[in-house]
Each structure stands twice: as structure tokens, then as C-alpha cells.
């Protein structure tokens, strides 16, 4: 794994696709920090499919994303690689015209979705996207990747819910977190990029604070650890990229044991509220 504390600035995107990373830096923008860690499962032999950007719109706020392409689906790493180009593509165009987060992102949901069906290979992604600015987080997804947003405090501002019948069942209270991770169709997913039913899920506005915490993550994290784990892990005043080197690596443990779900893992994590000037 190789860590890479001080990436350059002057690209606005930073972009990891098949590879084992664990990076961090300061963002410009407000001093908030930013944390990305990106593992090959442990029982894969091939490379990594989860893909995963940071885009930084100076004039706007950011963007940050995770996609987790189908291992029982052809080109899983190319899917995923090419949602995360939909979205750093959009996210230029839109820091170059004008447009506004939100058209953004969409427009590169759209636009990813679009690219791969024209593979014409049955590639499938899920793709997980928050946008930030003027204090405000906005989440967009399909599939089964996670969104969270935590208080300073540990309190669950936001939860997305998994595209796929075990998630459908927790988010209905027919059953709890735990089972859902043992159900039977826990890795079905009902809704991703490269069908023609793709639908985007756009949640609410959520107002930052400080030290709220939002992390966008591929399953690989969700299916090994709790959101009560995730939350304590990254909630507190320890420098993030600390603390989510050591969530991930809990992860990674349980992987290896009888509970655990081997899997590709994937996290982008930010802290702070991003505002202008």
C-alpha cells in the first residue's frame, strides 16, 4: 500500500482506479480534510473494480465519489472507470461554465450510464456521489454503495439506502442491519449504471458543521463493518486520515474471519463545511 500524503494541486481531480492506495491531503478549500483509501480484496487476483474521485471546484466546493463495478458482471474495473470519468468530466464542464452542482452530477450520472450500456457487454457499477458547497452536502446514488454523514457529535445526519432487497428491508424495519448482512439477496442490487432502468436517487440538503464527517464508501466497508463501527471509528478529534486507516483496517481484519465478506474497499472521506471565501 503506498501512501501519498501531499498530491499535487493543480489538477482539480484526483482520480484512483486499480490500485491499492491509501492518500491524504488538506484541502484548499476552507481547511477541511480529505482522506482516501482504496484495498484490493484480499481474495481478488486481479485488479481493484471500486474507482473513486475527489473533484475540487474552487469557485464552488467539491465533489467526491465512489463506484464499486460488478465482479459476477463482465469489465466490473471498466464500469466503475468510466462512471468516475462522467463525473469528473461534468464536474469540469461545470466549473468552466458555471453550471451548478447538482446539474452536474447528473449529467454525469447520464452520461456514465449511457457510455457503458454502449459497451454493449453486460459491464455493470454501482456509483455513490456527494456534492458540497456553501456548507451544504448534497447525496446522489445507484446501488449499493454508501453515503453517511455524521455529526461532530456521532449523530447520523444521513443514511442512503442500499439499492437491493436486504436494504429496502432494513430501511422498512423488517430487519436489522446485522441480518440484512447475512439475508440471502444481501448482494443482489436492484438498481446501477449500465441498465436502462437506471434511476438516480437524490437525497436532501444536509447543513455541515465543522467537524461533521461525510464518507462515501463502496461495500467492502458496509458489509464488514456497523454504521455504529463506521461512525465511532470517524467520529472525535483525531486527524481523519488516522482514523480511517484504522477503520479500514478493522475492515480488512474481519474480512479474514468466518463473519467477514472479502471484498474490494473503497473510501472517501471528508471533514469540514467548505465555504466560500
Given at each position: 500500500m503506498t501512501r501519498n500524503p501531499d498530491l499535487p494541486s493543480g489538477d482539480p481531480?484526483?482520480?484512483y482506479q486499480a490500485t491499492n492506495l491509501v492518500a491524504a491531503y488538506s484541502s484548499p478549500l476552507a481547511g477541511s480534510e480529505i482522506?482516501?483509501?482504496?484495498?484490493?480484496?484480499?481474495?481478488?487476483?486481479?485488479?481493484?473494480?471500486?474507482?473513486?474521485?475527489?473533484?475540487?471546484?474552487?469557485?464552488q466546493g467539491a465533489?467526491?465519489?465512489?463506484?464499486d463495478g460488478f465482479g459476477g458482471a463482465p469489465a466490473g474495473e471498466r464500469a466503475a472507470a468510466?462512471?468516475?470519468?462522467?463525473?469528473?468530466?461534468?464536474?469540469?464542464?461545470a466549473r468552466q461554465d458555471g453550471r451548478s452542482l447538482r446539474a452536474a452530477v447528473l449529467d454525469g450520472f447520464e452520461t456514465a450510464n449511457r457510455n457503458i450500456?454502449?459497451?454493449?457487454?453486460g459491464a455493470a457499477t454501482t456509483l455513490a456521489v456527494v456534492g458540497i458547497e456553501e456548507g451544504i452536502a448534497r447525496p446522489f446514488h445507484s446501488g449499493d454503495s454508501a453515503?453517511?454523514?455524521f455529526g461532530g457529535r456521532g449523530k447520523i445526519k444521513f443514511q442512503s439506502v442500499s439499492h437491493s432487497p436486504a436494504g429496502y428491508a432494513v430501511?422498512?424495519?423488517?430487519?436489522?442491519?446485522?441480518d440484512a448482512r447475512e439475508h440471502d439477496e444481501a448482494q443482489v442490487v436492484s438498481n446501477y449504471l449500465g441498465s436502462p432502468e437506471m434511476r438516480i436517487e437524490v437525497g436532501p440538503e444536509i447543513a455541515l458543521a465543522q467537524r461533521d464527517v461525510v464518507l462515501v464508501a463502496s461495500d467492502g466497508l458496509t458489509d464488514n463493518l456497523s454504521v455504529d463501527e463506521i461512525r465511532d471509528g470517524l467520529t472525535g478529534s483525531r486527524r481523519l486520515t488516522d482514523a480511517l486507516d484504522e477503520l479500514t483496517d478493522r475492515a480488512r481484519a474481519r474480512m479474514d474471519t468466518s463473519d467477514g465478506k472479502p471484498d474490494d474497499l473503497?473510501?472517501?472521506a471528508f471533514r469540514g463545511v467548505l465555504t466560500k471565501g
Open positions: 481531480s484526483r482520480i482522506a482516501v483509501i482504496t484495498r484490493t480484496s484480499p481474495i481478488r487476483t486481479g485488479d481493484n473494480e471500486d474507482a473513486a474521485a475527489v473533484v475540487e471546484l474552487p469557485e465533489i467526491l465519489a465512489v463506484a468510466i462512471a468516475i470519468a462522467g463525473i469528473t468530466a461534468a464536474a469540469e464542464e450500456l454502449e459497451l454493449g457487454i453515503i453517511l454523514i430501511a422498512s424495519g423488517w430487519v436489522d442491519e446485522s473503497t473510501v472517501v
